[in-house]
């Protein structure tokens, strides 16, 4: 049996303080991975999804979208994601679902996809993270490397 391939894509604008946490968190689960010969593990990251990356994630069997979030009280959240014709584009940008749903529509497949809300504090225009934002994105990739190891065949 052989570990799922699996993409973690964190998006948002480390510009913008705490916007970017799924950037920052992608970033340590690049390095983590590297560093535990995890090769079935990659990252990608990005200031916003886009109609092009649902080629990027039909590569895939598991799939984890993490963004800076407003729509969680805890300091992350894991959900289900499942496709969504419905298209909502900001400034080009598009919804995790909507990418889902083309990945499907295209290729005929999609993966087993989750978005992690990670909860913001601030979203001013300055770089790096807040005192919150370093405390989410800890507790958030302590959490994220247990979900990873559940999902592989070590």
């Known amino acids: 049996m052989s570990n799922p391939r699996i993409l973690i894509y964190g998006y948002g604008n480390p510009g913008r303080q ?17 560093e535990n010969h995890l090769d079935h593990i990659r990252t990608e990251t990005n200031y916003q999804l886009n109609i092009e990356d649902a080629a990027e994630i039909h590569d895939f069997d598991i799939v984890v979208f993490a963004d800076a979030s407003l729509a969680t009280e805890e300091s992350y959240r ?11 584009f900001t400034m080009h940008a598009v919804d995790p679902a909507f990418v889902l749903y083309l990945c499907d529509t295209v290729y005929g497949e999609i993966p087993e996809a989750y978005v992690l809300h990670l909860k913001g ?11 919150k934002g370093q405390q989410v994105l800890q507790e958030a990739f302590a959490w994220i490397r247990s979900f990873l190891l559940s999902k592989s065949v070590l």
Do not use: C, I, N
């Open 121 to 131: 504090a601030s979203y001013e225009m300055s770089e790096g993270l807040t005192t």
């Open 78 to 88: 894991l959900e289900r994601l499942q496709p969504s014709p419905k298209v909502e």
């Open 18 to 34: 705490d916007d970017g946490l799924g950037v920052f968190l992608a970033e340590e689960v690049e390095k983590w991975a590297r």
